[in-house]
Protein backbone atom coordinates (compact mmCIF):
# COMPACT_ATOMS: atom_id res chain seq x y z
CA UNK A 1 0.00 0.00 0.00
CA UNK A 2 2.93 2.73 0.54
CA UNK A 3 4.02 2.15 -2.57
CA UNK A 4 0.21 3.51 -4.52
CA UNK A 5 -0.38 -0.13 -5.75
CA UNK A 6 -3.42 -1.68 -5.81
CA UNK A 7 -4.70 -3.62 -2.73
CA UNK A 8 -5.11 -7.20 -3.40
CA UNK A 9 -6.26 -8.65 -0.27
CA UNK A 10 -5.02 -12.42 -0.73
CA UNK A 11 -1.26 -10.93 -1.40
CA UNK A 12 -1.52 -9.12 1.74
CA UNK A 13 -2.96 -11.65 3.81
CA UNK A 14 -0.26 -13.51 3.02
CA UNK A 15 2.38 -11.38 3.29
CA UNK A 16 1.04 -10.82 6.94
CA UNK A 17 0.78 -14.89 7.48
CA UNK A 18 4.43 -15.37 6.53
CA UNK A 19 5.15 -11.88 8.57
CA UNK A 20 2.88 -14.35 11.73
CA UNK A 21 4.78 -17.34 10.99
CA UNK A 22 8.12 -16.32 10.98
CA UNK A 23 7.56 -14.25 14.87
CA UNK A 24 5.94 -18.16 15.63
CA UNK A 25 9.54 -19.70 15.08
CA UNK A 26 11.74 -16.82 16.28
CA UNK A 27 10.00 -14.82 19.01
CA UNK A 28 10.10 -11.58 16.91
CA UNK A 29 9.73 -10.24 13.86
CA UNK A 30 11.48 -10.25 10.74
CA UNK A 31 12.18 -6.22 9.85
CA UNK A 32 10.70 -3.35 11.69
CA UNK A 33 9.05 -2.11 8.62
CA UNK A 34 7.98 -3.45 5.71
CA UNK A 35 9.42 -0.30 3.56
CA UNK A 36 12.36 -0.71 1.12
CA UNK A 37 14.46 1.27 3.52
CA UNK A 38 14.15 -1.25 5.46
CA UNK A 39 17.36 -3.38 5.39
CA UNK A 40 15.78 -6.29 6.93
CA UNK A 41 12.68 -6.04 4.29
CA UNK A 42 15.39 -5.45 1.23
CA UNK A 43 16.97 -8.44 2.52
CA UNK A 44 14.25 -11.21 2.99
CA UNK A 45 12.05 -9.41 0.15
CA UNK A 46 14.75 -10.09 -2.22
CA UNK A 47 17.52 -8.63 -2.47
CA UNK A 48 19.71 -10.88 -0.17
CA UNK A 49 17.97 -13.73 1.55
CA UNK A 50 21.50 -15.69 2.28
CA UNK A 51 22.33 -12.62 4.32
CA UNK A 52 19.29 -12.31 5.99
CA UNK A 53 18.79 -16.15 7.54
CA UNK A 54 22.53 -15.64 8.29
CA UNK A 55 22.05 -12.97 10.82
CA UNK A 56 18.59 -14.08 11.70
CA UNK A 57 19.79 -17.47 12.30
CA UNK A 58 23.02 -16.08 15.09
CA UNK A 59 22.65 -17.45 17.93
CA UNK A 60 20.03 -20.04 17.60
CA UNK A 61 20.95 -24.11 17.14
CA UNK A 62 21.74 -25.53 13.79
CA UNK A 63 18.71 -26.09 11.71
CA UNK A 64 16.58 -24.10 13.87
CA UNK A 65 15.28 -22.49 10.53
CA UNK A 66 14.87 -25.29 7.90
CA UNK A 67 15.69 -24.61 4.59
CA UNK A 68 11.85 -25.62 3.93
CA UNK A 69 10.96 -23.19 5.99
CA UNK A 70 12.68 -20.42 4.77
CA UNK A 71 11.69 -21.22 1.70
CA UNK A 72 8.37 -20.39 2.58
CA UNK A 73 8.61 -17.58 4.02
CA UNK A 74 10.76 -15.88 1.47
CA UNK A 75 7.94 -16.89 -1.07
CA UNK A 76 5.53 -15.48 1.28
CA UNK A 77 7.41 -12.08 2.22
CA UNK A 78 8.94 -11.57 -1.33
CA UNK A 79 7.64 -8.24 -2.61
CA UNK A 80 4.86 -8.98 -5.01
CA UNK A 81 6.49 -8.45 -8.42
CA UNK A 82 5.07 -9.32 -12.14
CA UNK A 83 7.99 -11.71 -13.05
CA UNK A 84 7.90 -13.08 -9.73
CA UNK A 85 4.38 -13.36 -8.15
CA UNK A 86 4.19 -14.29 -4.40
CA UNK A 87 3.33 -17.93 -3.30
CA UNK A 88 -0.84 -18.15 -3.64
CA UNK A 89 -2.54 -20.84 -1.10
CA UNK A 90 -2.73 -23.54 -2.94
CA UNK A 91 1.20 -23.25 -3.27
CA UNK A 92 1.32 -22.89 0.66
CA UNK A 93 -0.64 -25.78 1.24
CA UNK A 94 1.70 -27.89 -1.41
CA UNK A 95 4.83 -26.36 -0.10
CA UNK A 96 7.23 -29.04 1.17
CA UNK A 97 7.19 -27.18 4.97
CA UNK A 98 3.50 -27.30 5.25
CA UNK A 99 2.75 -30.97 3.97
CA UNK A 100 5.96 -32.09 5.72
CA UNK A 101 4.91 -35.44 8.19
CA UNK A 102 7.52 -35.10 10.62
CA UNK A 103 5.33 -33.63 12.66
CA UNK A 104 6.43 -34.07 16.55
CA UNK A 105 4.49 -36.20 18.56
CA UNK A 106 2.29 -34.74 21.50
CA UNK A 107 4.96 -36.65 24.05
CA UNK A 108 8.15 -34.77 22.01
CA UNK A 109 5.80 -31.50 22.24
CA UNK A 110 5.51 -32.09 26.03
CA UNK A 111 9.08 -32.86 26.33
CA UNK A 112 10.50 -29.69 25.01
CA UNK A 113 7.57 -27.75 26.75
CA UNK A 114 8.56 -28.96 29.83
CA UNK A 115 12.54 -27.98 28.88
CA UNK A 116 11.29 -24.32 28.00
CA UNK A 117 9.37 -23.88 31.42
CA UNK A 118 12.40 -25.49 33.31
CA UNK A 119 14.62 -22.88 31.20
CA UNK A 120 12.55 -20.27 31.89
CA UNK A 121 11.98 -20.74 35.85
CA UNK A 122 15.87 -21.26 36.13
CA UNK A 123 16.56 -18.20 34.58
CA UNK A 124 13.66 -16.44 36.36
CA UNK A 125 15.15 -17.88 40.14
CA UNK A 126 18.67 -16.54 38.55
CA UNK A 127 17.50 -13.37 37.73
CA UNK A 128 15.61 -12.97 41.61
CA UNK A 129 18.81 -14.17 43.09
CA UNK A 130 20.56 -11.36 41.85
CA UNK A 131 18.46 -9.11 42.57
CA UNK A 132 18.27 -10.22 46.28
CA UNK A 133 22.31 -10.02 46.24
CA UNK A 134 21.98 -6.88 44.52
CA UNK A 135 19.67 -5.18 47.78
CA UNK A 136 22.19 -6.73 50.60
CA UNK A 137 25.21 -5.11 49.30
Known sequence: MHQRKEYIGTSVDIFAAGVILFLCRSAHPPFKAALPKDNFYKYIGGERPDLFWEVM???????????????????????????????????????????????????ELARDFEYRTQNANAAMLEEKNEKRAEQGK
Open 57 to 107: GRGKEDGHFSEEFKDLVQEMINRDKKDKPRINMEGIKSHPWYTNTNIPSQG
